[in-house]
């Protein structure tokens, strides 16, 4: 009789009363799925929960080199909000954040969605203007923000120093139903309801070659082997340019690291999420009391997944001014992500010149917000050919000049 150890017998218990344990089996590769979709990451996860909940399409696989949530998704600071300028970016991150309010109920999982509030400084006069145009739209968009004074941040946020001597604060963007959740959550809730939908999650399984007759897609070669499929979701962020190549053609997308760090613990101290774009940086307090705090991309392209001395340095020096408590924090881990950037800074969901692709990428910094609206929108566009959402986030636009221009509402911000 096969003995199991306490310790294995306890660990799968706990597996499986968390709901872990269908979502993190690798079950054989079917021969042929209806769709597969490459990248267990927030989007791709999205992508098929909805083609499964809004359009009926189960027999579906999501394909992952590496382990579920594991890029990107779970990297981020986990910053949520929806105030954009232009209306096509509002409308689907207001979709997601909408979707954000109900998701632990959705999935039965709980994503600790927390709409605590986020604030976007303005410490320059062209911010000031740039942030009253985005809370004028926004009002037309129907999205919920409004300009507010320095007094009004300081009462938000009494930690601020809001009379800095390079960059006093000057006012702010406030969307108080914006917030935080908590990144993994998102990527397991999503995956155990595919899990239950009869979907298979196949990990440690890289899409090494995409197969295509006739200008049709056929199918995908993988680390474990070849499958065959109807239709491809390819939705791997900062890998978009490895796999485009793989189905012969480019994308106008390149690859970088963002980083961010986290301190010790301490008291909470903040419970909204700021933004200082000028300085750069952006800061929240989690649950466990760490100060998250973002910093920049790195200025080339590279696919490293790791963080650096030099980020952390600049990032605590641009936010020291803003909040002189962080002077006196033990920074306890940094890290990095792989990050995909288009030209505009808007993302990318679309067909693609091979039949039966899809693609979604291009969130660059800041796709952790946008990931139910996109996996809504996206699986809209596979199973039906079009989505009012995505109509212009569509390739077209890089050939018609179409480009939509979010630099004052988001640029590399979160
Ligand atoms: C440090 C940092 C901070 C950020 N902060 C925020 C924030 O506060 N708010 C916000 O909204 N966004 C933020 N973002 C951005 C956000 O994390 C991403 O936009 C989002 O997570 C992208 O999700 P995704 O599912 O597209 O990609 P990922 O989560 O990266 O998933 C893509 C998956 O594809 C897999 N893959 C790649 N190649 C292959 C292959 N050949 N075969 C199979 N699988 C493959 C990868 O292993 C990966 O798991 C931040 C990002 C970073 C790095």
């Known amino acids: 009789m096969k003995r199991y150890s306490v310790f294995a017998v306890a660990r799968e218990a706990l597996r499986y009363h968390q709901g872990w344990g269908r979502a993190w089996k690798s079950?054989?590769?079917?021969?042929?799925?209806?769709?597969?979709?490459?990248?267990?990451?927030?989007?791709?996860?999205?992508?098929?929960?909805?083609?499964?909940?809004?359009?009926?399409?189960?027999?579906?696989?999501?394909?992952?080199?590496g382990w579920l949530g594991g890029g990107n998704t779970g990297r981020n600071t986990t910053i949520i909000r929806s105030n954009y300028l232009?209306?096509?970016?509002?409308?689907?991150?207001?979709?997601?954040?909408?979707?954000?309010?109900?998701?632990?109920?959705?999935?039965?999982?709980n994503v600790m969605f927390s709409p605590r509030g986020v604030m976007m400084l303005a410490q320059t006069q062209h911010e000031i203007r740039g942030y009253k145009r985005t809370a004028q739209a926004n009002s037309l968009q129907g999205v919920?923000?409004?300009?507010?004074?320095?007094?009004?941040?300081?009462?938000l946020v009494p930690i601020i120093n809001i009379d800095g001597p390079r960059y006093p604060v000057l006012g702010a963007l406030w969307q108080?139903?914006?917030?935080?959740?908590?990144?993994?959550?998102?990527?397991?809730?999503y995956a155990r309801a595919c899990s239950d939908m009869g979907m298979d999650i196949i990990q440690q399984c890289e899409v090494t070659g995409i197969r295509r007759e006739n200008g049709q897609v056929q199918g995908v070669e993988t680390?474990?082997?070849?499958?065959?499929?109807?239709?491809?979701?390819?939705?791997?962020?900062?890998?978009t340019g490895v796999l485009a190549d793989m189905a012969g053609f480019r994308m106008p997308v390149e690859a970088v690291a963002l980083q961010a760090l986290v301190s010790e613990p301490i008291k909470p101290c903040m419970d909204v999420v700021v933004m200082a774009n000028t300085v750069h940086g952006y800061m929240s307090q989690s649950d466990k009391g760490e100060m998250v705090i973002?910093?920049?991309?790195?200025?080339?392209?590279?696919?490293?997944?790791?963080?650096?001395?030099?980020?952390?340095?600049?990032?605590?020096?641009?936010l020291i001014e803003t909040f002189p408590i962080i002077s006196r924090l033990k920074m306890l881990r940094w890290w990095g992500g792989i990050v995909d950037m288009t030209g505009d800074r808007s993302p990318i969901l679309s067909k693609t010149p091979v039949g039966n692709i899809f693609i979604n990428?291009?969130?660059?910094?800041?796709?952790?917000?946008?990931?139910?609206?996109?996996g809504w929108a996206m699986a809209e566009l596979m199973a039906k050919g079009h989505s009012s959402l995505t109509e212009e986030f569509s390739l077209n636009r890089f050939k018609e000049g179409k480009f939509i221009d979010e630099s004052v509402a988001a640029g590399v911000a979160h």
């Open 223 to 239: 680390s474990k082997g070849s499958i065959d499929c109807q239709k491809l979701g390819i939705v791997v962020a900062g890998h």
């Open 144 to 155: 919920s923000t409004e300009f507010i004074s320095p007094e009004k941040v300081k009462s």
């Open 176 to 189: 108080s139903r914006g917030g935080t959740a908590r990144h993994d959550a998102v990527a397991w809730g």
């Open 86 to 109: 232009q209306d096509a970016s509002a409308a689907i991150y207001e979709k997601a954040r909408s979707l954000y309010e109900t998701m632990s109920q959705d999935l039965n999982y």
């Open 294 to 318: 973002g910093g920049g991309a790195d200025g080339f392209n590279n696919y490293t997944q790791r963080g650096s001395f030099h980020h952390v340095e600049e990032t605590v020096r641009a």
């Open 361 to 374: 990428c291009g969130w660059g910094t800041g796709g952790f917000k946008a990931i139910p609206g996109s």
């Open 27 to 65: 079950p054989e590769p079917k021969k042929k799925y209806d769709a597969i979709i490459i990248g267990a990451g927030g989007h791709g996860l999205a992508t098929a929960y909805y083609l499964g909940k809004n359009h009926g399409l189960k027999n579906v696989a999501i394909l992952e080199k």
